[in-house]
């Protein structure tokens, strides 16, 4: 596959592909059983409740392959938020598995927990603990324009899984405000190495680390700098299950091997946070432009660090996005190093 086609299909992915986590407003307590997210629902359209269990309200986002919902768990009292797979045909189950084999296995205070599941219409696999407050679910990418209760198809007959409401904005809307600033860059981005360490002592490679998909948790720490939290393992590989549609990640966030036709590897998922670092600090891509655009200049040299940027973190992003693979920080070393930027 040519540099041109390999592209067009990242492009293609990452239009359609994608959930996008919204920031939902923190719920008021209603009196009723039927939860506060209900009232958020598109008007007119009936009640579904998933399961037995799970009250669907308003459409946070979607994809190709899903779509998400905000949700009230009548049963635990809390709002959720439910990803709905659109395929109604059992034989192809295939995102949906693949979701509960790699993200469903992971546990980490920085990772946005999957709390159930179901398949179809049964009453749901329960996860083990882990709530996080009430709040937002995002990840950049299109929504496809359905309702949020689309017409003609029953939602029941689908799997889903229910995962924690973040309380809070994913870090492509923070970063359309104003770049952050040193001290949140620093805990954010150790909070993303902590997980990835997490998910690559596992053998797991996340394959789309980008700000649309790390969650920024600012109500479980309101006086302080928020929790970041990665999500969105769609397309994340182990052994069992390579890259769908020999396709990885985003074209703006690629490694330059990525691109090159490489295969994506954990020195992958530190690079790509490498310019996620760097967006942080400056409020732009460092490869901007087109799909075709971006990917090449990857392969023509380093991203620009401007002179604005301290030194200290000039060289942790150096070593970070090292065109090399076997240049960059493990997971784990870039915990240490991006924790001592806030000494």
């Known amino acids: 596959m040519t540099l041109l086609e390999r592209a067009a299909v990242r492009a293609d992915r990452g239009a359609v592909c994608t959930e996008r986590w919204a920031a939902a407003e923190p719920a008021a307590a209603t009196g009723t059983n039927r939860g506060p997210v209900t009232a958020r629902a598109n008007a007119g359209q009936p009640d579904v409740v998933l399961g037995g269990r799970y009250r669907l309200g308003a459409r946070l986002g979607g994809g190709s392959e899903a779509y998400v919902n905000e949700a009230w768990d009548l049963d635990a009292g809390r709002a959720v938020a439910v990803k709905i797979f659109r395929s109604t045909d059992s034989t192809d189950d295939a995102p949906f598995r693949r979701e509960l084999d790699i993200h469903g296995r992971l546990r980490h205070k920085n990772i946005v927990r999957i709390l159930n599941s179901g398949d179809g ?182 991203p620009r660090i401007p002179g604005t940027v301290r030194r200290r973190w000039s060289m942790v992003l150096h070593a970070m996005t090292d065109p090399r693979p076997a240049g960059r920080p493990s997971a784990s070393q870039a915990v240490g190093m991006l924790r001592r930027l806030s000494w």
């Open 121 to 302: 219409g049964d009453t749901g696999h329960s996860a083990d603990g882990g709530y996080s407050a009430d709040g937002g679910y995002s990840a950049d990418g299109g929504d496809t324009g359905d309702s949020a209760h689309p017409a003609g198809h029953n939602q029941e007959s689908r799997n889903y899984v229910v995962m924690e409401l973040v309380g809070g904005k994913d870090l492509r809307r923070i970063l359309q405000d104003r770049p952050a600033s040193p001290e949140q860059a620093a805990a954010w981005m150790t909070d993303i190495a902590r997980a990835l360490t997490h998910v690559h002592r596992r053998g797991i490679v996340h394959n789309d680390i980008k700000p649309g998909n790390i969650l920024v948790d600012f109500a479980s720490e309101p006086q302080g700098l928020g929790i970041a939290k990665l999500a969105d393992f769609g397309i994340a590989l182990n052994g069992r299950h390579p890259a769908p549609n020999s396709s990885s990640g985003t074209p703006q966030y690629l490694s330059p091997e990525e691109v090159c036709g490489g295969p994506s590897t954990s020195a992958s998922d530190i690079y790509s946070l490498g310019l996620v670092a760097l967006e942080c600090l400056t409020g732009t891509k460092a490869f901007p432009g087109p799909p075709l655009e971006s990917m090449v200049a990857r392969t023509l040299g380093e």
